[in-house]
């Protein structure tokens, strides 16, 4: 995940009056292993194990991803296995398997080696997803008697406070440039700064927090994915 300080340095080098856009910016995660882990020639298919071939980014766009204080950005290629496609063919519809896949499928990452598969830090879901650390946490919140509820407020409570930090840090770099000495002081002192916005304008910061809802369902999720422990002779 970049961090925070490698564009830092670049907002606060500017003269001028900040760029907002700058501070909406949000973690990208491209997931594509086989540029990240070279040895792997190929993202195998989770339907025959054979090699993917990729296809072009996914289509449906970069996934949004909760995060402990923000949210972030999943995206990666569509990839076609031939082999599954050579079998499909002459079979009935109910026979056929799945051509395209994603190299976060469940199933394609059970067949990548652990070093390279827990690299991919997130549970999806239908449409978005979540980071496993969070789930874990979930796990304990649990634990110890604290409900789903309580669970998605800390994790509100956590985004608002990475918000208003992010707009105390663009108000105060704004009145800064607006009032120190230098050239640039009159011509910043006569524009007008723009305003932060809202925490869940889509258009400006796109803050976004996990419901109560969510959580329980990613709950059931994870749960339903964990390995079952079988253990011989129990008392
Ligand atoms: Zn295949």
Known sequence: MPD?????????ARPNLPKLDRF???AVLVWIPEFLFPELQAVPCPGCGGKGAPDGWNPKGPRRVFMEHDVAYVMGFRYKCAKCAEFNEGKQEAEKRKTSFNAWDAGCL?????????????LLTKRSGIEICMVDRLADDLVHGKGFSAAAKNIRQAHTTKFMVDQLKYTSLVNTR?????????????????????FDDSTKYGGAVPSEH????????YFSKLPVLEVDSVD
Do not use: C
């Open 178 to 198: 607006r009032t120190s000495s230098g050239i640039f002081r009159s011509a910043n002192l006569a524009k007008i700064p723009e305003r932060f916005g809202s």
């Open 110 to 122: 059970r067949r990548l080696p652990e070093y390279m598969s827990k690299e991919f830090h997130f």
């Open 214 to 221: 969510y959580l329980r369902d990613v709950w059931r999720l």
């Open 4 to 12: 925070v300080l490698t564009y830092l340095p670049h907002i606060y």
């Open 24 to 26: 909406y910016q949000k």
